[in-house]
């Protein structure tokens, strides 16, 4: 490689010290006639060119490009959801329903996102960039009317849920699971994040206040209204204070009361005892 580099310089470089090229095809040109000198005139020290020795031992051992370009491949480990789908660089793809709660095997190449179920491929999806939080679902994919099990999320088991908040809470899950009818998991999936994190323990006085709110106003059914209504509910309500405030007023004692008590003076009672003193 050394001296390839050498060559380079002082038979193409240092054969045009002094020259002047004014456009870029002529110095190619050039270039090219002085690489044809070295590969095919100037001899290597068994009498050999560099053109034959690469038609003699190289050409016999190239084979053709495959047809398909060279892509990388990255493996995934991934879970299915409730809504039958799997998660991928903030993407989702679906597979058959009845994998819900399985690992899976994800490969993914710059156009495919292959899932695997050990070595048997069960989904295979383009793979989407750009924008986050997108789905590609396959219609055989989710369960039919006549399908119950495999611990899919269900419209009625959102509903119920909804409904232990208070009515407008099924209202506004009832909203989102219809406005994403064309894309069922993404309703069930928008319903589910609602009900388990913003009607969690400290915030389950407030997602219902929000949602009626949200109703009244016809805003709309999304989690950052939602949120943003919770917080304001929540700044609004006065601080809980104590009826009777404690008092720094000493504790009277009913010494009376007390039947072989033992009693320890305090600290102050030795330095009034060293002031008489």
Not at 89 to 95: L, P
Not at 141 to 162: K, Q, Y
Not at 181 to 203: E, M
């Amino acid at each position: 490689m050394e001296r390839a580099v050498q060559i380079a310089y002082t038979r193409i470089l240092g054969y045009f010290h002094g020259e002047q090229f004014y456009t870029l095809d002529e110095l190619n040109e050039a270039i090219a006639d002085r690489l044809a000198d070295i590969n095919d005139v100037m001899a290597r020290p068994d009498g050999s060119t560099r053109r034959q020795r690469f038609d003699q031992d190289e050409v016999p051992m190239m084979r053709d490009l495959p047809d398909l370009a060279f892509t990388e491949v990255s493996w995934r480990s991934v879970k299915v959801d409730r809504n039958w789908h799997i998660s991928c660089d903030y993407q989702y793809y679906s597979v058959p329903f009845h994998l819900v709660g399985t690992t899976l095997r994800a490969r993914l190449t710059t156009d495919l996102v292959s899932i695997f179920d050990g070595d048997r491929l069960v989904a295979e999806h383009t793979r989407m960039h750009g924008f986050r939080y997108r789905y590609s679902t396959d219609a055989t994919h989710g369960p039919s009317g006549d399908h119950n099990g495999h611990n899919v999320f269900t419209r009625d088991e959102l509903l119920a849920w909804a409904g232990s908040f208070g009515p407008a809470t099924t209202t506004v899950i009832t909203m989102v699971l219809d406005r994403n009818r064309a894309s069922v998991p993404r309703g069930l999936t928008q319903s589910r994040n609602i009900l388990a994190n913003l009607g969690r323990k400290h915030d389950k006085a407030t997602l219902e206040p929000a949602c009626q709110q949200l109703v009244d106003k016809k805003l709309a059914p999304t989690m950052s209204v939602l949120k943003r209504l919770q917080a304001d509910i929540a700044h609004a309500r006065p601080t809980a204070t104590p009826e009777h405030p404690a008092s720094n007023a000493p504790r009277q004692v009913d010494l009376s009361r007390l039947h072989d008590a033992v009693f320890i003076r305090p600290a102050s009672h030795f330095d009034a005892d060293q002031e008489d003193r």
